[in-house]
């Protein structure tokens, strides 16, 4: 049984900066992918960032130079530094875990609230 756990969210003015990890437990195989998430009251979900086990990224253009996504393998804890952050980034994060290359398992952890506001 694979479990996601997230944690780092909180209340942050803007311009701020927060950490968000997350660590995966149980059978985690060698390829995978991990990924982070957002949903904003009324949105849909929306991916923020993700990296492959071979440490290669991609972004949602509008966090593009503010966030940075980052991982431990020897961990299973993926990482989602965020800086300069605006209101419009206030939403529940979402880890994402893509486990295996064929078939792909797909895990979500519970989510973890991130607010933006002064």
């Known amino acids: 049984q694979v479990q996601l756990v997230e944690s780092g969210g909180g209340l942050v003015q803007p311009g701020g900066s927060l950490r968000l990890s997350c660590a995966a437990s149980?059978?985690?195989?060698?390829?995978?992918?991990m990924g982070w998430y957002r949903q904003a009251p009324g949105k849909e979900r929306e991916l923020v960032g993700r990296i492959t086990n071979t440490g290669s990224t991609d972004y949602v253009n509008s966090v593009k130079g503010r966030f940075t996504i980052s991982r431990d393998n020897a961990k299973n804890t993926v990482y989602l530094q965020m800086n300069s952050l605006q209101p419009e980034d206030t939403a529940v994060y979402y880890c994402?875990?893509?486990?295996?290359?064929?078939?792909?398992?797909?895990?979500w952890g519970k989510g973890t609230l991130v607010t933006v506001s002064s």
């Open positions: 994402k875990l893509e486990n295996g290359g064929y078939p792909t398992m797909i895990y």
């Open positions: 149980g059978t985690i195989f060698s390829i995978n992918t």
